[in-house]
């Protein structure tokens, strides 16, 4: 007790001292914290909206052919940069123009998207999902199959195989469905010059293009494999044509080891004699792997590029009327000429405004609508945290319809893109940065020689009045574009 009460008075200033301390503690980690808040101005993103919410209304737009429209409605709400669940998990969404530079060219802390459903559909050695110099080894690769002066060497082959096959198509026909058609063309062109198949064996015992398009679905799917469902149903189809690209590999290893030489110079035979710095060879995985890519990458932003065009040239007299013009003189220029390579390589190269309103379709309706990557540590842009292991999508529509960027953007005009060069980072139907399309050439000179010769040899009349559009991820005309046919007889008349 008397200890009690000698420490009586002492116990009281300890505890008030005590009081003291704690509340002088807290409020200084209030101040510093209130301090800190406002010093530093990472914080987290703004929502977009509820997870069931985005993931639904995402994707009833890109069915109807308006994701463009519900991303931009979003800018509107939370600024250029905001979260979302489209794919059903958290996304950092960056757009305009400082948003595509930000997650195109930024190497350190962000990776392609390493989502299930791309790795293996693409496969786990797909250039598109590999870093650095392996990387580079393999778009080294594509880049240099795919430069001008290779396609200089198709160009003449090309040429013949379009020809030929739009011949097949439509000789004798009075209506053809031209979505259909595109993706038969394109699809046959990209065998033949890209994997250098002789053109029989794209068909039914052989290459496929359903079993390509159902594999292509698999991108999008629900990563699970479980029979009857979409993502089963492309991974099957994918094995399918695996198998046949894994058998032209072989084919073509044993006739180089015979020949002791390759006389085939495509795409295939790039791939097989290629050595990386330690100067091995890729695997055959990693050839079918990057094979396949390329045929997926190719075949239906190619085929929506071009079958956009030809709805837009049924619905717009003024455009057709100008297209036709062009084609005539080049077709009409051509009369007598030995036709080789350099000739039809000059010819596309002088479609300059046939081209601009493929440029003009791909700013209303680009055929990628932009791509995810993956934080792969804590970023920051724009003043907010993007933490690691966050999805990151860049956009391609919020700065193709920006009238900052391009006056009167629901205005459709190919003359926009007669004057200097638009600022980098803001028209990017072809991406950007290291990861840009390696196949912008090759898909320009296909498209050109498929419009020349429709253009040249018929008119046609759409089926259907201004045929909607449908996303799936990419833009396609909804109904696969009927037309009535009309061959034309005089070319250099009508
Ligand atoms: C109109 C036609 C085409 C469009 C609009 C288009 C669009 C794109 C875009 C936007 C990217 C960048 C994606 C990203 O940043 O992640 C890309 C990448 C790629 N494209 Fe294309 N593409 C087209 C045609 C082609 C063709 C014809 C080929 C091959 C023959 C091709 C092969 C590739 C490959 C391999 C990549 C991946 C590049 C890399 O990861 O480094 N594309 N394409």
């Known amino acids: 007790m008397e200890l009690f009460s000698s420490f009586a008075p002492s116990s009281f200033d300890f505890q008030m001292a005590l009081l003291a301390i704690i509340l002088m503690t807290l409020g200084t980690l209030y101040v510093l914290g209130f301090l800190s808040f406002n010093l530093n101005p990472w914080k987290k993103l703004p929502q977009g909206s509820s997870f069931i919410g985005d993931f639904i209304g995402f994707h009833t737009a890109m069915k109807a052919g308006k994701n463009g429209e519900w991303i931009r409605s979003r800018i509107r709400k939370y600024g250029p940069v905001f979260k979302s669940c489209v794919m059903g998990s958290h996304i950092a969404i960056l757009t305009g123009q400082s948003g595509n530079k930000f997650i195109l060219t930024t190497s350190d802390g962000i990776a392609s998207d390493d ?54 198509e439509l000789e004798g026909k009075d209506s053809v469905k031209l979505v259909s058609l595109s993706r038969r063309v394109i699809f046959a062109v990209t065998c033949t010059i890209v994997l250098g198949l002789p053109e029989d064996s794209v068909g039914e015992n052989s290459l496929r293009l359903e079993d390509l398009l159902t594999t292509s679905q698999g ?9 009857g469902m979409l993502f089963a149903k492309a991974c099957k189809a994918r094995a399918k044509i695996c198998k046949v690209i894994y058998n032209i590999i072989m084919a073509r290893k044993l006739k180089m080891e015979e020949e002791k030489t390759c006389s085939q110079d495509d795409i295939v035979a790039s791939f097989i004699n290629i050595r990386d710095e330690e100067g091995k060879p890729l695997s055959d995985e990693e050839i079918v792997d990057n094979l396949l890519t390329l045929l997926i990458a190719s075949n239906d932003t190619t085929s929506s ?27 009409k220029a051509r009369e007598g000429s030995p036709v080789d390579g350099k000739l039809i390589w000059n010819e596309t190269q002088s479609m300059k405004y046939s ?38 999508l860049w956009v391609a529509s919020p700065t193709h319809n920006d009238p900052d960027i391009f006056e009167e953007p629901e205005k459709f005009n190919p003359s926009r893109f007669e004057g200097p060069s638009i600022a980098p980072f803001t028209y990017v139907p072809f991406g950007g940065g290291v990861r840009i399309c390696p196949g912008n050439g090759f898909a320009r000179t296909t498209v050109l020689l498929v419009i020349h010769h429709l253009l040249t040899n018929y008119r046609w009349t759409p089926m259907i009045h201004d045929e909607p559009i449908s996303t799936n991820p990419v833009p396609f005309p909804a109904m696969d574009l009927p037309v009535k046919l009309h061959p034309i007889v005089d070319k250099f008349s009508s």
């Open 115 to 168: 989502a299930p459903a791309v790795t293996t559909i693409l496969g786990r050695k797909s250039l598109i999902g590999v870093e650095g110099s392996r990387h580079k080894l393999l778009k080294g690769a594509v880049m240099n199959m795919l430069k001008p002066e290779r396609l200089q060497k198709f160009i003449g082959e090309m040429n013949s195989s379009i020809q030929r096959l739009l011949l097949q």
């Open 219 to 227: 991108l999008i799917a629900l990563p699970f494999n479980i029979p």
């Open 305 to 331: 590029l071009l079958s956009m065009f030809l709805r837009h040239l049924g619905n717009d007299a003024h455009v057709y009327n100008q297209v036709f013009e062009e084609q005539k003189e080049v077709a």
């Open 355 to 392: 081209w601009r309103v493929a440029q003009e379709i791909m700013r209303f309706s680009p055929p990628s609508v932009g791509n995810f990557r993956i934080a792969t540590k804590d970023m920051k842009y724009g003043g907010f945290d993007i933490p690691k292991g966050w999805r990151m």
